[in-house]
């Protein structure tokens, strides 16, 4: 058996025909099913197994059943009930991709800006005061974060990816949180386009486990925020731990990306 499997309670409902394999979460172990297209498959688990697509996460669904993540839409809490609906745009591994810069203006706001130093920008006119919201989680609260700050359409996803991380019984792996909303540039640098950090729509969590640049902590390790995504992305948060090529690799940051709020 693989080493380490994080219990979950939910669903996902398949994108494209999937095999369901018996026995470990490898291409090699043997079918015993294949899901059509909008096969909603209970899901009892997340595992790392053998990469399809650069993609190794695969859910166990009860009875020594496995089935590759790649393949399924957004996992879905059992807590949560229907399917939120929301637009992203996805990967064709399922991940979700996050927004470029004039989608992010286009759906979270404009906002003319000066420079500061070190990357640093300062945001001009009212754009803050009607935008930015502070935001307490129970769980940021008992890490010493009693309230974030967070754009006032992404106060409700983060509420709710929180809460679904509670109830999943996951609250453990946050261990730090080095910021929501910072108006700046990508990796502070002057020359780079904003970071998303300037609207609010990002959290970074377990820095120290998931440095920019280098390969994030993997399932099971000290650290590690991969359980966490699956909860985000039912929010329709995407994960910088997809980002390519690997040197702006950022497994620490959790990004919106509806275009829909
Ligand atoms: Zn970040």
């Known amino acids: 058996m693989p080493a380490h499997l994080t219990p979950l309670s939910g669903s996902v409902t398949t994108t494209a025909r999937l095999n369901i394999r018996k026995g470990a979460p490898s291409t090699s172990a043997p079918i015993t099913a294949r899901a059509e297209p909008g096969t909603t498959l209970e899901v009892v688990g997340l595992i790392d197994g053998d990469s399809v697509s650069g993609n190794r996460q695969w859910y166990s669904g009860g009875n020594d059943a496995f089935f590759w993540s790649g393949a399924c839409g957004a996992f879905r ?24 810069e004039t989608e992010i203006r ?8 000066t420079e500061r ?13 009607d935008n930015i919201v502070d935001l307490a989680t129970p769980i940021l609260t008992e890490e010493g974060f009693p309230s974030i700050q967070v754009h006032r359409k992404a106060a409700a996803p983060f509420q709710r990816a ?49 440095g920019y640049g280098s390969v994030p902590a993997p399932l099971g390790a000290v650290g590690s925020v991969r359980e966490l995504v699956l ?3 039912a929010e329709g948060f995407g994960w910088g731990g997809y980002f390519q090529p690997a040197s702006i690799c950022d497994g620490m940051h959790f990004e919106l990306a509806r275009r829909d709020l």
């Open 117 to 129: 130093h070190g990357g640093r920008i300062a945001i001009g006119g009212s754009w803050i005061g």
């Open 231 to 233: 909860m985000f992305e």
């Open 106 to 113: 286009a759906t979270y706001g404009d906002f003319a800006h």
């Open 162 to 210: 929180f809460a679904a991380i509670e109830q999943a019984g996951l609250q453990g792996l946050i261990r730090t949180c080095a910021g929501t909303f910072v108006p700046r540039h990508k990796g502070w640098d002057p020359n780079r386009g904003l970071s998303s950090h300037s609207w609010g729509i990002a959290i970074d969590l377990n820095v120290q486990w998931n």
């Open 77 to 100: 809490p059992s807590s949560t009930g229907t399917a939120p609906v929301f637009d992203v745009s996805r990967r064709p591994d399922g991940t979700i991709r996050v927004l470029s």
